[in-house]
């Protein structure tokens, strides 16, 4: 009796047997349902084998399986497989958290995903389809196949005529690739006519176009507004010319509307797909089964996007690679594009990283000539230029309400030439304090170790870790004064003292608390565009990607907070984020410039800014963790852990700290407190570990986690991360 091994949605490193009479090999990769203790669960089938360990009367027969959507591929289960040994997560989990939450349910899902007005054609191996291999009984089969053949397209209205079930065999064909699918076009929709390509943007496609047949990894480093979304736009039509399929990965739900835009104008013909969090179950679902039966050409989405089915992947993008959303911070703690890379190798294609400053791990790489590299050094719209960048002094200019003079003047400036300007301060809110003037108390957060933000137009204290909400205090809780005063700037306060300033200016500001509500972005960005805003500010939401053609100023508030920080990625995400921000300024006809009030305008960070020059800074910050022993040069795994006592999580890492003792090339940290000691009302701390070669710590974290799997006594929660990047 055949048995079959499935993954379920269980946090345990195992996969479930169950007896399934009518199962064969060729169900591996189908979704099935099984009885769970009281429960019915769904899961997907691993394995189909002839034994089991179980004992017979405690084995159960499956419920079901679902056979009605083709089955995961063999390459997709070879990346769950590789990312849960990687990262230490349970297969099941990493199996059944890539699927769309349709899937995950025990229920059939109905593959009506088409637009009916698709058209649908024979394809190439359609046509040499040797019909006698056809059953002569299977009529309907001869007659579909003689009209699409003797008709240029048909769409699902003429397939119904035919047969009410001639459906079914149509997408049985697609499938198998006999019958492609046209998207409705509209006739009024002119091809485009493309840009000429500046000779970096022709040099960048021409040698990457050249080996779309084998795995590389490219880092595609260009400026700002060098146009790199031109190359990768070009790489993609030579990928679907060759009938393969592109991924794309972008670090922003907010940046896919834009982006979606520029690929549907320009591939007219190609179903695009776009899934990321923002989506419903149905239309994530209906996206997904489009990517997995090789009907969407592209597929644009965020991190989770890079598990999605592709069975004719040709490419694969990582725009702004170096953004930290890329990485999960919860759960199942992967790099969306590091395995991206492994898909790329796996299915031996190329796959390009594309950055204005490309993560040090990845520069690390090409310095290594492990990645190959490719420049883009200048704007790609003819006579823009790189904005011009400078320090304004806090020390000799003392600012008024967060402003100063140079930077008042400038504003002044730009709107008398009727431009736009953007104020970039990397916090939202009023203030981050509320402060007791007479006695320094502050207001804090009760279940996290962070300070209450001040919202003043709802007249509430917010804390941004957990969300929790009070009223503002009447007066202080510790010495009953009433004077109480907001102490720092956040994008509101900042707001109120621009309105102030430029009364007649239309001031927007662009945080996480003006752009929830769904289409705000949207919204947002026309105004921006149709020039109805003078000023914006915002946080880093704004920085990335955005192209503004009418900005010529941005004004960068607050960053000095992050020169001196105890997390050693600061530096280098400042500089990202700075650079991105900066590259919204003079993006086409107009020049622009970059204003950094500073108290630290010598900072090795600022004076690279001001010259643009990535290389020299990176180089720097490269040398610093080489003589710290900091990634790249060394790989690490955090051990996390929280409970509701500090002790409790301590005695866990000290008991996971005495398994580790005696190992050679592995180094491991004692327990610290995490960064946020306490979050959520949970108490938490962690143990560094640490090695110069990833294998030796694979085969270290391989061993320890069964050894912290197999400790039971405490109340502990927690988890590996592997490359961390938040401590
Ligand atoms: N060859 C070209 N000729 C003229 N304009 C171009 C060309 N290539 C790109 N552009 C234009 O240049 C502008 C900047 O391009 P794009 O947004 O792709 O830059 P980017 O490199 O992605 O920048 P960022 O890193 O800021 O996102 C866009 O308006 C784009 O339409
Ligand atoms: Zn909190």
Redesign the pocket.
């Known amino acids: 009796m055949p048995i079959l091994r499935v993954a379920l949605n269980i946090p345990l490193d195992t996969l479930f047997d169950y007896i399934a009479p009518n199962a064969c090999e060729a169900d591996i990769g189908l979704r099935v349902c099984v009885p769970f203790g009281k429960k019915k669960l769904t899961g997907v089938i691993l394995e189909v084998c002839s034994d089991t360990e179980v004992p017979p009367e405690k084995l159960k027969s499956v419920i079901c399986i679902f056979r009605e959507t083709p089955p995961l591929s063999a390459e997709l289960l070879a990346l769950f497989s590789f990312c849960s040994d990687y990262y230490h997560h349970p297969l099941g989990m990493v199996v059944m958290n890539s699927l769309p939450g349709k899937l995950r349910n025990n229920k059939p899902v109905s593959l009506k995903v088409h637009v009916n007005r698709d058209q649908f054609v024979l394809s190439a191996a359609g046509r040499q389809v040797d019909t006698s291999t056809i059953p002569a009984r299977n009529t309907l089969m001869h007659r579909l196949l003689a009209t699409l053949k003797s008709t240029p397209s048909l769409n699902a209205r003429d397939v119904r005529k035919i047969s009410p079930r001639a459906d079914h065999i149509l997408q049985d064909w697609v499938r198998k690739g006999w019958v492609d699918i046209i998207p409705e076009t509209d006739p009024a929709v002119a091809t485009p006519a493309l ?4 000779s970096e ?1 022709s040099t960048a496609v021409g040698v990457i176009a050249a080996k779309l047949d084998r795995f590389d990894t490219w880092v595609l480093h ?1 400026v ?7 190359v990768y736009l070009r790489l993609i039509a030579q990928t679907l010319s060759k009938g393969k399929q592109a991924l794309v990965l972008i670090p922003e739900i907010s940046l896919t509307p834009q982006l979606e835009s520029v690929f549907r104008e320009r591939f007219i013909m190609t179903r695009i797909v776009s899934l990321h969090s923002g989506l419903n179950d149905s239309e994530r679902l209906s996206g997904w089964l489009q990517a997995q039966q090789g009907e969407a050409g592209v597929v644009l989405g965020t991190r989770l996007a890079v598990f999605t089915p592709l069975p004719k992947l040709g490419l694969i993008i990582v725009d702004e690679e170096q953004d930290s959303s890329f990485k999960q911070q919860d759960g199942l703690r992967y790099s969306a594009r590091d395995l991206a890379i492994f898909r790329a190798s796996q299915a031996h294609i190329p796959v390009v990283l594309g950055s ?1 400053t490309p993560s040090l791990e990845s520069y690390y790489n090409v310095l290594n000539d492990r990645y190959r590299y490719l420049r ?1 050094k200048n ?4 006579n823009a230029v790189l904005p011009q960048v400078k320090c304004i002094d806090l020390r000799s200019e003392k600012p008024l309400n967060g402003l100063s003079i140079p930077l008042i003047k400038a504003i002044d400036a730009c709107l008398a030439h009727r431009q736009q300007c953007l104020i970039f301060i990397n916090r939202r809110g009023y203030a981050p304090v509320l402060l007791c003037k007479s006695c320094g108390w502050t207001a804090v957060c009760q279940r996290c170790t962070s300070r209450l933000v001040v919202h003043l137009q709802d007249k509430k204290l917010s804390c941004h870790h957990c969300g929790y909400l009070e009223s503002f205090p009447h007066a202080c809780p510790q010495c009953g004064d009433q004077d109480m005063m907001p102490f720092g700037r956040g994008t509101q306060r900042v707001e109120e003292a621009l309105a102030i300033r430029f009364p007649s200016a239309r001031i927007l500001r662009i945080d996480r608390d003006s752009t929830r509500r769904k289409n705000a972005w949207q919204a947002i960005l026309r105004s921006v565009h149709q020039h109805e805003v003078d000023i914006l500010v915002g946080t880093q939401l704004l920085a990335k ?1 955005h ?1 503004f053609p009418n900005l010529s100023l941005v004004g960068i508030l607050g960053s000095d907070i992050s020169l001196y920080s105890t997390d050693f990625r600061a530096g280098e995400r400042l500089f990202t984020q700075l650079m ?1 921000v900066a ?1 919204r300024a003079g ?2 006809k107009i020049s622009g410039s970059v204003l950094i009030q500073t108290e630290f305008p010598n900072h090795p960070l600022y004076q690279a800014l001001q010259r643009h020059d990535y290389d020299v800074l990176a180089k720097t910050i490269l040398a610093e963790r080489k003589m710290a022993g900091f990634p790249p040069y060394v790989y690490q795994a955090l051990l996390r852990a929280e409970a509701h006592s500090l002790k409790k999580v301590l005695d866990f890492l000290d008991t996971a700290h005495k398994l580790t003792q005696s190992l050679t090339g592995i180094e491991v940290f004692d327990p610290v407190p995490a960064h946020m000691a306490r979050l959520k009302g949970m108490e938490r701390a962690h143990l560094l570990v640490q090695s110069g070669s990833r294998k030796k710590l694979q085969i270290f974290l391989a061993q320890w986690y069964k050894q912290l799997s197999a400790l039971t006594a405490h109340k502990v929660r927690w988890s590996l991360d592997v490359d961390p990047i938040e401590f």
């Open positions: 840009p000429e390509l500046t943007q260009g700002t507004g060098s146009g790199k979304t031109e204005a883009l704007r790609a719209i003819k990607g192209d991105q590259g993006r086409a």
